[in-house]
């Protein structure tokens, strides 16, 4: 009986830790990077970044927008060698004009490793700032 309880508790011990580190262990690296934009005029591109394919997708905040519109909108790319960018759904971020510290919001889902950008007011629009940015994927 006792051999029996001493391997009970054993792989209870066990199937706790394992328990407490899959609690505490890190979520795959997602990459991310921030900015700020100043005047930016219709189809500006941002910087460049690779994003390996993940579940995550693309998600691109823009907090305190200033400019001549209360709209700007924003496009996720995709580069394509040798034949036209990939283009995705275009976000309008409206709420980022309310205030200093009111942030719009776009999210995409994945589309698989390569390297992307963002246009500003594609095809046309106004001039805007945007006071912090954060593209996360």
């Keep these: 009986m006792t051999l029996r309880a001493s391997v009970r508790r054993a792989a209870i011990v066990l199937l706790s830790a394992v328990t407490i580190v899959g609690i505490f262990a890190a979520p795959a690296q997602a990459g991310s990077w921030d900015s700020s934009l100043t005047n930016v005029g219709p189809n500006y591109e941002s910087r460049r970044w690779y994003q390996p394919s993940s579940s995550t997708g693309t998600t ?28 995705y759904t275009k976000a309008a971020f409206t ?23 963002f246009v500003v007011n594609d095809g046309g629009g106004s001039y805007v700032s945007v006071r912090y940015l954060v593209v996360s994927y």
Excluded: M
Aim: aromatic letters at 14%; a neutral charge.
């Design 60 to 87: 691109i905040k823009f907090t305190g927008c200033t400019g001549g519109n209360t709209v700007v909108n924003v496009t996720l790319y995709k580069v394509v060698n040798n034949f036209p960018d990939t283009d």
């Design 95 to 117: 709420k980022c004009f309310q205030s200093r510290t009111s942030t719009s919001t776009g999210n995409w889902n994945d589309h698989g490793a390569g390297d992307y950008y």
